[in-house]
Antibody
Framework: QITLKESGPTLVKPTQTLTLTCTFS??????????VGWIRQPPGKALEWLAL???????RYSPSLKSRLTITKDTSKNQVVLTMTNMDPVDTATYYC??????????WGQGTLVTVSS | DIQMTQSPSSLSASVGDRVTITCQAS??????LNWYQQKPGKAPKLLIY???NLETGVPSRFSGSGSGTDFTFTISSLQPEDIATYYC?????????FGGGTKVEIK
């Protein structure tokens, strides 16, 4: 059974760096073809893909946010970490991590709401 | 980036009605198109992958079709538990883009 869970701060101040951790079970991020992605959703708005890391450590980022994002994995801990620098109130959103099989997000975490406010 | 245009943005239908949502890609994406259901306060759930394949455990009243640039998602007989927002998502090219969503309500 595949599960994922996001963790991190619920409130960050403008200009701060956000660090979110996705802890998963039921699969290995060293298995060929597997990836973990991050997707966010501002309140009342649509889903926006942020980043994806693959089993071979290939990393891909949203072009519009690439300069602010870093995604890493710790295979031994079954964790994927996303950092986003220079946070702004427009980054207020629910952040999800999801298991990816070739671009299909088939298992999602419950999401974590991050509010950016001073 | 590929643009995904989903329509309508919202709809209201009666229980038992057939509901259809469309998604149009700005360029050919073959069949690299998924459909997700998101209920209020919940994470999205994969329903359809590769345009027409039903994810395991998903009721057969849900279906998808299309290829290239034009795709359709159908609920053959709307049920009260289908109240949700539905999203298409392309993955032919990175970045994987989601459509704007269709909110389905009961009339």
């Amino acid at each position: 059974q595949i599960t994922l869970k996001e963790s991190g701060p619920t409130l960050v101040k403008p200009t701060q760096t956000l660090t979110l951790t996705c802890t998963f079970s039921g699969f290995s991020l060293s298995t060929s073809g597997v990836g973990v992605g991050w997707i966010r959703q501002p309140p009342g708005k649509a889903l926006e893909w942020l980043a994806l890391i693959y089993w071979d450590d290939d990393k891909r980022y949203s072009p519009s946010l690439k300069s602010r994002l870093t995604i890493t994995k710790d295979t031994s801990k079954n964790q994927v970490v996303l950092t986003m620098t220079n946070m702004d109130p427009v980054d207020t959103a629910t952040y999800y991590c999801a298991h990816s099989r070739g671009g299909v997000f088939d298992y999602w975490g419950q999401g974590t709401l991050v509010t950016v406010s001073s | 980036d590929i643009q995904m245009t989903q329509s309508p943005s919202s709809l209201s239908a009666s229980v038992g009605d057939r509901v259809t949502i469309t998604c149009q890609a700005s360029q050919d994406i073959s069949n690299y198109l998924n459909w997700y259901q998101q209920k209020p306060g919940k994470a999205p759930k994969l329903l359809i992958y590769d345009a027409s394949n039903l994810e395991t455990g998903v009721p057969s009243r849900f279906s998808g079709s299309g290829s290239g640039t034009d795709f359709t998602f159908t609920i053959s007989s709307l049920q009260p538990e289908d109240i949700a927002t539905y999203y298409c998502q392309q993955y032919d090219n990175l970045p994987p883009i989601f459509g704007g969503g269709t909110k389905v309500e009961i009339k």
